[in-house]
């Protein structure tokens, strides 16, 4: 068969048999737990049941058969189908085919869920639901009825399996057989893995919190110090738009100077008088001003003529 007509076979079966498959997964965790929650049931129901774990063991195999006939690279595809392969090789692992319900159903978009840190909380969460669930049913299987044993309902299992996934451990109950044993250490790393979920989750959402925050001041003060050299450069044009006009008023002044003379010859005349004048009133101001305190009056001067120059 050639490489396109299998891709397209395996996305077709794929397709065709994803809801019939997780149809069964939850018709086998119905059949798994009715006959430990509910171990006094009849005879025929307990029968029917174990014929529901079978006719689900036997369509698993048959679709994970299949699509590993239809794909192209066979390690990859058992790289990527891990759960199923386990869920064929231990029954308990089933109902992991449960996930794929939250994978298909796309009303989870509506709260929000669309970002990778929503979708990861999400996936831990159902996963963490399911397996607490499911490990409640393997302890209270493995440990009802055995020596010595303290989880002897379903209610004991289920409380055992909620303290040891929340890492409380109250110690209370505690397994004593293999298998109750082997599920509640899946309990404590499955705790492990779901506190660090939620840290790792909560870490991601407070640094993008803190980095929406530093984005929005940036921004406010980049359009704050886009304004100010706005008005600096307008203030900067203003200012030399008037240097200019100064400048200017300047140069007229000047080249209006000579003109104004010519037009008033008067003037002139004029300003030499009053350089004359305030050559002649600077000496009489100086004589006429009072002595200071403490100063020696001064005695004029008066000079002699010369008998002499009298003389022809």
């Known amino acids: 068969m050639p490489t396109t007509r299998r891709e397209d076979a395996l996305q077709w079966w794929e397709s065709v048999t ?19 929650i509910w171990p006094d049931l009849m005879h025929p129901i307990l029968n029917f049941t174990t014929e529901i774990i079978v006719g689900t063991w036997i369509a698993f195999a048959v679709d994970f058969v299949i699509r590993f006939i239809l794909a192209i690279d066979k390690l990859k595809f058992f790289k990527a189908n891990v759960i199923d392969f386990l869920s064929i ?3 308990i ?13 796309s009303v ?9 840190r929503g979708r990861v909380v999400m996936y831990v969460v159902s996963f963490t639901m399911l397996i607490t669930f499911v490990g409640a049913l393997a302890i209270t299987q493995a440990e009802r009825g055995a020596p010595g044993a303290t989880v002897n309902s379903f209610g004991d299992g289920l409380w055992l399996a909620f303290v040891t996934v929340t890492t409380v451990g109250y110690g209370d109950f505690t ?23 939620i840290s790792a989750s909560l870490a991601s959402w407070l640094v993008e919190r803190n980095a929406i925050k530093e984005t929005k001041y940036e921004v406010e003060t980049n359009a704050d110090v886009s304004s100010l050299l706005a008005q600096i450069e307008n203030l900067n044009a203003q200012t030399t738009q008037l240097h200019l006009a100064l400048e200017h008023h300047a140069t007229l ?22 350089t004359r004048h305030a050559e002649v009133v600077a000496p009489a101001a100086a004589v006429s001003a009072p002595p200071q305190p403490g100063t020696p009056p001064q005695t004029s001067q008066v000079t002699e003529a010369d008998p002499q120059s009298d003389k022809v």
Do not use: C, N, Y
């Open 18 to 36: 994803q809801w019939p498959l997780i149809i069964a997964a939850v018709l086998f965790l119905a059949a798994f737990a009715v006959p430990i």
């Open 175 to 197: 397994p004593v057989t293999f298998a109750g044993r082997s599920a509640d250490v899946m309990l404590m790393l499955l705790g492990v893995l779901l506190l660090g979920a």
């Open 253 to 274: 002044l000047k080249e209006r100077q000579p003109v104004a003379e010519a037009w008033h010859p008067h003037l002139p005349h004029r300003r030499r008088a009053e």
């Open 89 to 91: 090789a231990l029954p």
């Open 108 to 116: 989870f978009t509506r709260f929000g869920i669309q970002t990778l």
């Open 93 to 105: 692992l089933r109902p992991l085919r449960l996930l794929r319900v939250v994978a298909a159903l």
